[in-house]
């Protein structure tokens, strides 16, 4: 089951902006049923935690600073194919390289503020979820 579930958090950024429900309605309507999800706030250990893949690059402080610097929806998708589909419907990183209609160019400011994770493959969806979630959360 875990190739057709992925992780999405939407980051702080777009809470911030009011972005949340908009998004979320991208995901539904993208066919994405939602098997958890909630609106929680990082400290700063889980968001070190969470990134720390990213621990030697530049940009890891940065990082968990912005990502515990107001709350997340965290949340667990399913669809066949998941990882891949949702990949494509956040877009790249950059929103100035992002498709139009991606989430993340109607949504993300910038690179580094870029509105939404997405699990990059399914070993990570299914090791992301866990983080965030218990079993007893999960649909």
Known sequence: MATNRTFTMLKPDAIENGYAGKILDMIIQAGFEIKAMKLTRLTTEQAQKFYEVHAERPFYGELVEYMTSGPIVAAILEKENAVADFRTLIGATDP????????????????????????????????????????????
């Open 96 to 139: 100035a390289e992002a498709a139009e209609g991606t989430i993340r160019k109607n949504y993300a400011e910038s690179k580094g503020r870029n509105a939404v994770h997405g699990s990059d493959s399914d070993e990570n969806a299914e090791i992301e979820g866990i983080f965030h979630f218990s079993s007893s959360e999960i649909l």
